[in-house]
């Protein structure tokens, strides 16, 4: 089974041409990992801090309807944290958040399973930087980093992480117990900014990453896997937006590793360049697919066939 830990949150997309009714989808870029998994057949248990209200019970069913396993869902007191999305002309998305005091950052450390016996976990986004509760999932995580295979995607979101230096900091430690690494280039720009991506994720991979992905958009993806670094590009997509693209790529990518018997510590290490070749081409495929729908929502597997 793979874990997913992080928040959950309500993506409130609001039409351009039209902000009296804003439409709630279940969103948080963890849990559209979960639903990812999901979807394609994985076995997945979601970790996240749940609201009991309206918002977290839409949330809950969600994940339900998914095929996510709940049995690690904390059941929180605080109010569903909140993303108004605003999607322009060519599909791109901006966001706002409201999450001040609710649900997803305020963990502790007896709210998360001891040795819970997942093959993998993925982390990243708000849940793994803010405060206070992202130091509880950073020491969780290390602990597990042992014997699990951590996934991580930054998912940088800027107006909420502080002073950037600070956020360098934080990255460089899960950086030291992530075995695979999925970033965008706009994220790595944000942090590093003027730092080419190939000498990072080539320093990553010197240090120990046995698998770095740096997502570019429309102009695919550059991967370190093998020994060896190479291109992959992107599949083609029919855009509506790029809500939960990412997510759904990181998502496809651990379904693809799980099932090839890749994706567990040791078999991580007997990962080739033409394995991760596919690994990231498939990935690209459900991403495609996510980007042609309103909102995040990842394919089923019935959807590839």
Not at 21 to 38: D, E, I, Q
Not at 86 to 91: A, E, F, K, R
Not at 92 to 100: C, D, G, P, R, T
């Amino acid at each position: 089974m793979i874990g997913v830990v992080g928040e959950a949150l309500i993506d409130l997309e609001v039409a351009q041409n039209d902000a009296r009714h804003p439409v709630a989808h279940p969103g948080g870029s963890p849990m559209n990992v979960a639903v990812t998994l999901g979807r394609l057949g994985t076995e997945v248990a979601f970790l996240g801090r749940v609201s009991g209200d309206a918002f977290g019970k839409l949330l809950r069913t969600h994940l339900a309807e998914s095929d996510v396993n709940l049995r690690w869902i904390v059941d929180a007191r605080e109010p569903t944290s909140l993303a108004i999305v605003s999607v322009d002309p060519g599909g791109s998305a901006s966001y706002a958040f409201h999450v001040e005091g609710t649900a997803d950052w305020q963990w502790s450390a007896a709210e998360l399973p001891h040795n819970p016996g997942l093959d993998a976990v993925h982390a990243g986004s708000l849940a793994l930087a803010a405060d206070p509760g992202g130091i509880v999932v950073e020491r969780w995580l290390a602990g597990l980093s042992t014997s699990t295979t951590i996934s991580l995607d930054p998912n940088v979101r800027p107006a909420l992480l502080g002073a950037r230096t600070d956020y360098q900091e934080r990255l460089e430690r899960w950086l030291k117990f992530a075995a695979i690494v999925k970033i965008s280039d706009e994220d790595l720009g944000w942090v590093w900014p003027g730092v080419e991506s190939e000498e990072l994720a080539a320093h990553w991979i010197a240090k120990g990453r046995k698998l770095v992905v740096v997502t570019r958009g429309s102009e695919g993806s550059l991967v370190w896997a093998g020994g060896e670094a190479f291109a992959v590009p992107a599949a083609e997509a029919d855009l509506v937006d790029t809500v939960g693209a990412g997510d759904s790529f990181s998502g496809a990518l651990l379904d693809w590793l799980g099932r090839n018997d890749r994706l567990r510590p040791g078999d991580l290490d007997r990962l080739t360049a033409e394995e991760a070749r596919e690994a990231v081409a498939f990935a690209s495929t459900v991403a495609a697919i996510t980007c042609s729908r309103a909102g995040a929502n990842p394919p089923r597997r019935n959807e590839l066939d």
